[in-house]
């Protein structure tokens, strides 16, 4: 079974690479029911699936002692014989938990990009016109940091974790490099360029420069939970990419992007059961997961795109997790931020990246600010940068 799936995975990634990112609708069917896609079991998670604030503890009452009787040749004491009475000890109450902070947004979300749903949709696609395109933080985020910190997870480390889309290197890599990039109108955001630009290990200059172990070309949501696609010089035997990522790095947050590969492979139950596993691997260590929904197109499995993207929505709501939703933001771009083939996101060919305007043309320089403005966000009111 094991040689199977090996052999499954290789077909199925090694036609995605030849396609860069996209596989052959001819063949997809014959790779596709192969028995390697049957998804493992899922861990279980450290953290509950779902978090109860639990700011009020419950306190069981000491019972009431009862009194004993005085021995009868005890004196009595006279008025001026009267000692001074000692407090009785009472049960200490349980330290209440500090409160997450509230919900708070970027200082200052991209405008213009939050245009009303057109007439007559419904289902997902309403749920995705609903959805905020800059996410905001509930107290579970808050507590995956703080059980990060305690395991030693770095507030200033990011990784990414995707397909082509995100192992290209229009995405985020020119922040990394001074020269490389424009800010424009979102000058502030230096700041949380500067937060991430520290050295996340021994020759990588920055989270921005790291060449993430779990994005790569073709990658699905199975792919980076097999160690068939680890990298052999950096990964221990038996590890699996995601694994791998976090170990080698050591992040407080990871920005993941996945299904629009899965959409050419699997169907919505099994992309359901693997990225739940990805999600609950990353909560499990203490990384906060930034879920981004991805753009469709009509003349690409546009129905089964929107319905992955729907499973993105009801993860992120069950783990109470942010999700940059993209999908909505690039409704406003030509094409709908997609290039002809309706699967791959728009960018500037030099991979220069300018928030001058730029970010209303190509999907990715659009990707890139609401990233940045969402790091941005976790470093103010979570990480404490």
């Not at 696609?229 to 035997?237: D, E, G, H, T």
Request: charge should be neutral; aromatic fraction near 8%.
């Amino acid at each position: 079974m094991k040689q199977w799936r090996g052999l499954g995975l290789i077909l199925i990634l090694g036609l995605g690479l030849l396609a860069g990112c996209r596989l052959d609708p001819a063949v997809i069917p014959t790779v596709a029911v192969l028995p390697s896609l049957t998804p493992s079991p899922l861990p279980r998670p450290t953290l509950p699936p779902t978090w109860t604030p639990t700011d009020t503890p419950t306190i069981t009452p000491s019972p009431t002692p009862t009194p004993t009787a005085t021995p009868s040749n005890t004196p009595t004491p006279t008025a001026t014989d009267t000692p001074t009475a000692t407090a009785t000890p009472t049960a200490t109450n349980p330290p209440r938990p500090t409160n997450p902070p509230r919900p708070v947004l970027p200082a200052r979300p991209p405008a213009g990009f939050e245009g009303g749903a057109p007439p007559g949709v419904s289902g997902v696609e309403a749920r995705l016109w609903a959805l905020p395109v800059v996410p905001s933080f509930s107290g579970r985020v808050w507590r995956i940091f703080a059980a990060g910190q305690a395991a030693g997870q770095r507030a200033n480390v990011f990784v990414r974790v995707g397909d082509c889309h995100t192992a290209t290197g229009a995405y985020l890599e020119p922040f990394g490099t001074p020269g490389r990039y424009d800010l424009g109108p979102y000058a502030e955001l230096q700041a949380v360029i500067n937060f991430y630009s520290v050295s996340p290990r021994e020759g990588v200059g920055s989270s921005f420069a790291q060449t993430s172990l779990a994005a790569s070309s073709a990658f699905n949501a199975a792919a980076v939970l097999d160690s068939t696609w680890s990298n052999p010089a950096l990964c221990r035997p038996g590890e699996v990419p995601l694994n791998c990522e976090y170990r080698v790095m050591r992040p407080a947050v990871s920005v993941i992007m996945l299904g629009s590969v899965d959409v050419q492979i699997y169907d919505t139950n099994t992309f359901r059961s693997f990225m739940t596993q990805v999600v609950q691997t990353t909560i499990n260590q203490g990384i906060i997961p930034v879920l981004t929904t991805f753009p469709t197109g009509p003349n690409y499995n546009e129905p089964v795109a929107l319905e992955v993207n729907g499973i993105i929505l009801d993860i992120a709501q069950q783990e109470q997790i942010p999700v940059i939703n993209l999908w909505r933001a690039a409704r406003s771009l030509p094409e709908g931020g997609l290039q002809e083939d309706d699967f791959h996101l728009t960018a500037r060919s030099d991979n220069f990246q300018s928030f001058n305007g730029d970010e209303r043309l190509y999907a990715q320089t659009l990707r890139n600010l609401l990233t940045l403005l969402t790091l941005d966000g976790l470093r103010q009111n979570v990480l404490g940068g």
